[in-house]
């Protein structure tokens, strides 16, 4: 188990003086609400660690992936495998199919909406989903903006390659983060990349004098204060999780062996050709990943001939890579 | 003393740091240790069974081989608390709002609950608590998808009532809250729990 300096209520503490910032030079909003507030949204994703969210199209799917103990799952229209293929304008999945999906499990349902579709977000918010995922595996709809997500009672999750990019999802109103990657492909290398990057960018800061971390937090685009309070933590000041190409359970306990919350899995289980045992495994993976014994037992769980197919990164063109989109 | 945490899933991280806050400020001297295989079980005094999916919680626990001896330890006397989901793995009935699916429980409580009883994420709520039975004070916490405890009978004692529900009870060394201590700004739940192991 991983120790930090700060506890939960240390770091929402910060979240809560920050958003009376935002109310003392905005309009004084009353701060008596129950519902939606920082801390509500910031604790969701804290009962997804150590955890395993799975992208589905269906119910059937769904249920396949609650029996086998995923923490939530993610409705699409198209798994991102199918997206890069099918290629075109991927927009938000559909209001019914979602529903269907709420209707048959217990564990919370997530979806995902267009990189600045503030309306789409609205949509899912008024359906009930738990959390929406602002996602570049799906066309984005504001070339320029990310969804102001502090207006919302339903909390977010978005994607980052770096450092940079995280912090800034966080200061935008994001409450969990999830690592890029390059969806669709079932190659891991792309979510190593981006976690150790963040990673590094983290380490760096703890030696960091004031003077250099004021000139950093100008680079990244975010307050000091948000910088310093990473540096004191040594890790985001939210949940963490992995995407992007994870196929196997060994993609899978890798990442959390880089020190993330938990994983996303996309195409990986459902493009598949065992995807009932797979999803078992990456389960048992995920929460046993420093145990390298049921590590193994879980990767004798599937079968290598029947893992998706997966394209290698480097084969794909620049314009054909999701992750560049929404900095 | 050796306190487990089930540490599979979940808000397991945020309940070792709160222990470790009781430990200190009670000079208790203490050690806690991951929960997941069977013989993580014989070497503790008290075990935490944290927040998650009680669903995932479940489908591991006997997958790993653990449920069925965890239940044994805990109704021969093993101190537990159970927050939320693991209010739910310890209640001897379960019921959902919505969906029917039968799932793997430690069942060693006299308390029902009812699964995501408030709603879904949307209606997920922070409360100020009156915890003063415990010695805690108010405590402003939050209750996400949380369960509620729709009946308690036999030996089982409400510590603390939120709109006239329990939300925190206990039947001999069997604690169970519906809301998350380990994510408020006092360690006072755990040094209760503390407390409830050392006797």
Same mark, same amino acid.
């Given at each position: 188990?991983?120790?930090?300096?700060?506890?939960?209520?240390?770091?929402?503490?910060?979240?809560?003086?920050?958003?009376?910032?935002?109310?003392?030079?905005?309009?004084?909003?009353?701060?008596?609400?129950?519902?939606?507030?920082?801390?509500?949204?910031?604790?969701?994703?804290?009962?997804?660690?150590?955890?395993?969210?799975?992208?589905?199209?269906?119910?059937?799917?769904?249920?396949?992936?609650?029996?086998?103990?995923?923490?939530?799952?993610?409705?699409?229209?198209?798994?991102?495998?199918?997206?890069?293929?099918?290629?075109?304008?991927?927009?938000?999945?559909?209001?019914?199919?979602?529903?269907?999906?709420?209707?048959?499990?217990?564990?919370?349902?997530?979806?995902?909406?267009?990189?600045?579709?503030?309306?789409?977000?609205?949509?899912?918010?008024?359906?009930?989903?738990?959390?929406?995922?602002?996602?570049?595996?799906?066309?984005?709809?504001?070339?320029?903006?990310?969804?102001?997500?502090?207006?919302?009672?339903?909390?977010?999750?978005?994607?980052?390659?770096?450092?940079?990019?995280?912090?800034?999802?966080?200061?935008?109103?994001?409450?969990?983060?999830?690592?890029?990657?390059?969806?669709?492909?079932?190659?891991?290398?792309?979510?190593?990349?981006?976690?150790?990057?963040?990673? /590094?960018? %983290? *380490? &760096?800061?703890? #030696? =960091?004098?004031?003077? !250099?971390?004021?000139?950093?937090?100008? @680079?990244?685009?975010?307050?000091?204060?948000?910088?310093?309070?990473?540096?004191?933590?040594?890790?985001?000041?939210?949940?963490?999780?992995?995407?992007?190409?994870?196929?196997?359970?060994?993609?899978?306990?890798?990442?959390?062996?880089?020190?993330?919350?938990?994983?996303?899995?996309?195409?990986?289980?459902?493009?598949?050709?065992?995807?009932?045992?797979?999803?078992?495994?990456?389960?048992?993976?995920?929460?046993?990943?420093?145990?390298?014994?049921?590590?193994?037992?879980?990767? /004798?769980? %599937? *079968? &290598?001939?029947? #893992? =998706?197919?997966?394209? !290698?990164?480097?084969?794909?063109?620049? @314009?054909?890579?999701?992750?560049?989109?929404?900095? | 003393?050796?306190?487990?945490?089930?540490?599979?899933?979940?808000?397991?991280?945020?309940?070792?740091?709160?222990?470790?806050?009781?430990?200190?400020?009670?000079?208790?001297?203490?050690?806690?240790?991951?929960?997941?295989?069977?013989?993580?079980?014989?070497?503790?005094?008290?075990?935490?069974?944290?927040?998650?999916?009680?669903?995932?919680?479940?489908?591991?626990?006997?997958?790993?081989?653990?449920?069925?001896?965890?239940?044994?330890?805990?109704?021969?006397?093993?101190?537990?608390?159970?927050?939320?989901?693991?209010?739910?793995?310890?209640?001897?009935?379960?019921?959902?709002?919505?969906?029917?699916?039968?799932?793997?429980?430690?069942?060693?409580?006299?308390?029902?609950?009812?699964?995501?009883?408030?709603?879904?994420?949307?209606?997920?709520?922070?409360?100020?608590?009156?915890?003063?039975?415990?010695?805690?004070?108010?405590?402003?916490?939050?209750?996400?998808?949380?369960?509620?405890?729709?009946?308690?009978?036999?030996?089982?004692?409400?510590?603390?009532?939120?709109?006239?529900?329990?939300?925190?009870?206990?039947?001999?060394?069997?604690?169970?809250?519906?809301?998350?201590?380990?994510?408020?700004?006092?360690?006072?739940?755990?040094?209760?729990?503390?407390?409830?192991?050392?006797?």
């Amino acid at each position: 188990m991983r120790y930090y300096e700060l506890s939960f209520w240390d770091i929402e503490n910060f979240f809560y003086k920050l958003a009376e910032l935002r109310d003392a030079v905005e309009r004084p909003r009353t701060r008596q609400e129950r519902v939606g507030t920082v801390l509500v949204k910031h604790a969701f994703p804290i009962f997804q660690k150590g955890g395993v969210i799975m992208d589905v199209t269906n119910p059937s799917q769904a249920q396949i992936a609650e029996a086998a103990g995923a923490v939530a799952v993610m409705v699409l229209d198209k798994l991102p495998y199918d997206v890069r293929k099918s290629g075109g304008v991927a927009r938000m999945a559909e209001p019914r199919v979602i529903e269907e999906v709420m209707n048959s499990v217990t564990i919370p349902i997530m979806a995902k909406v267009r990189i600045g579709h503030y309306m789409e977000a609205r949509v899912l918010e008024a359906l009930g989903v738990d959390m929406i995922d602002e996602s570049e595996v799906l066309t984005p709809a504001d070339e320029e903006h990310h969804i102001d997500k502090w207006q919302f009672k339903v909390p977010f999750v978005n994607g980052a390659r770096n450092l940079g990019e995280a912090l800034r999802r966080i200061y935008e109103g994001g409450s969990m983060i999830r690592t890029k990657g390059e969806a669709g492909t079932g190659n891991v290398s792309e979510a190593v990349k981006h976690m150790k990057v963040v990673n /590094k960018e %983290i *380490s &760096e800061l703890s #030696s =960091m004098s004031h003077e !250099d971390m004021l000139k950093r937090a100008r @680079e990244l685009q975010v307050p000091v204060e948000l910088v310093r309070l990473t540096a004191t933590l040594r890790r985001l000041p939210v949940v963490n999780f992995a995407a992007g190409g994870i196929a196997t359970p060994a993609d899978a306990a890798l990442m959390m062996w880089l020190g993330a919350d938990g994983v996303f899995v996309g195409s990986g289980i459902f493009k598949s050709e065992d995807p009932e045992e797979r999803a078992k495994a990456v389960v048992l993976a995920t929460s046993n990943w420093d145990d390298p014994e049921i590590v193994l037992e879980a990767q /004798k769980m %599937i *079968s &290598e001939k029947k #893992s =998706m197919m997966g394209i !290698d990164v480097k084969t794909l063109k620049p @314009e054909e890579l999701l992750q560049v989109r929404g900095s | 003393m050796k306190i487990g945490i089930l540490a599979y899933q979940g808000s397991f991280e945020e309940h070792f740091h709160h222990l470790r806050l009781a430990m200190s400020s009670s000079e208790t001297q203490g050690e806690v240790l991951p929960v997941r295989k069977l013989n993580d079980i014989k070497v503790i005094d008290g075990i935490i069974i944290p927040g998650g999916e009680s669903t995932t919680l479940g489908v591991l626990m006997r997958r790993m081989g653990i449920l069925d001896e965890l239940r044994e330890v805990i109704r021969s006397g093993l101190p537990v608390f159970g927050t939320c989901a693991g209010a739910i793995m310890l209640a001897k009935e379960s019921a959902d709002a919505k969906v029917k699916m039968e799932q793997p429980l430690l069942g060693v409580m006299d308390m029902a609950v009812v699964r995501n009883y408030y709603g879904r994420q949307r209606e997920s709520f922070q409360e100020t608590i009156d915890a003063t039975s415990i010695g805690a004070g108010k405590v402003l916490v939050p209750f996400i998808r949380a369960p509620v405890i729709s009946k308690v009978w036999g030996p089982t004692e409400i510590l603390v009532q939120l709109e006239g529900r329990p939300v925190m009870v206990r039947e001999g060394n069997a604690l169970a809250t519906t809301f998350h201590p380990e994510l408020s700004s006092t360690p006072s739940f755990h040094g209760y729990f503390l407390r409830l192991v050392k006797r």
